[in-house]
Antibody, heavy 119, light 106 residues
Framework: QVQLQESGPRLVKPSETLSLTCTVSGASITSYYWSWVRQTPGKGLEWIGYIYYSGATNYSPSLKSRVTISLDTSKSQFSLRLNSVTAADTAVYYCAARIVGATSPFVYWGHGTLVTVSS | DIRLTQSPSSLSASVGDRVTITCRASDNIGNFLNWYQQKPGKAPNLLISSASDLQSGVPSRFGGSGSGTEFTLTITSLQPEDFATYYC????????FGPGTKVDLK
């Protein structure tokens, strides 16, 4: 079955860069939009962005200036970089797969990883 | 961005109750509306896509309806495993989620 697993540092200092990687198994890398979503108690679920196997990306306008999502098809991994972080970026970060086409729901999710921004 | 609101924000119900959750969009989104269930400490789980398409493996007591700006998630007979938080999500434009509706035990 399809599995997604987030990995990366759980603690990031303010002004530094948050980096996470999602490893995908059981799914074709060409069949989904590979996405990042975060969740905080205050703002709820927030879509960050996605990458398609072609390399095309789409980011949330509110985060676009600080976000980069990349894809390594040889490793079946995609990654998130969020720079200049503040405490407001403390959240549970999920990687997720959206179906290409139709209403593109998120059909597969990682377990999520809590990233804390603190000095 | 299209804003989604959900009502109620929380509700208390008993096993066997019929539960209805409403999601309203700030603009017409056609049927580009999906519903998720989330339990504490877990990732959201897709229940319904395209406003009314039940996902494989999701019990038939879950149903979705609506189009345009108003959508409904209905649980016809609440079961113990249904106590959770429910989110709507639109994919018509920049993806957004509703704030959630928490369903707990009365």
């Amino acid at each position: 079955q399809v599995q997604l697993q987030e990995s990366g540092p759980r603690l990031v200092k303010p002004s530094e860069t948050l980096s996470l990687t999602c490893t995908v198994s059981g799914a074709s890398i060409t069949s989904y939009y590979w996405s990042w979503v975060r969740q905080t108690p205050g703002k709820g679920l927030e879509w960050i962005g996605y990458i398609y196997y072609s390399g095309a990306t789409n980011y949330s306008p509110s985060l676009k200036s600080r976000v980069t999502i990349s894809l390594d098809t040889s490793k079946s991994q995609f990654s998130l970089r969020l720079n200049s972080v503040t405490a407001a970026d403390t959240a549970v970060y999920y990687c997720a797969a959206r179906i290409v086409g139709a209403t593109s729901p998120f059909v597969y999710w990682g377990h999520g990883t809590l990233v804390t921004v603190s000095s | 961005d299209i804003r989604l609101t959900q009502s109620p924000s929380s509700l208390s119900a008993s096993v066997g109750d019929r539960v209805t959750i409403t999601c309203r969009a700030s603009d017409n989104i056609g049927n580009f509306l999906n519903w998720y269930q989330q339990k504490p400490g877990k990732a959201p789980n897709l229940l319904i896509s395209s406003a009314s398409d039940l996902q494989s493996g999701v019990p038939s007591r879950f149903g979705g309806s609506g189009s345009g700006t108003e959508f409904t998630l209905t649980i016809t007979s609440l079961q113990p495993e249904d106590f959770a938080t429910y989110y709507c999500q639109q994919s018509y434009t920049t993806l957004t989620f509703g704030p959630g509706t928490k369903v707990d035990l009365k």
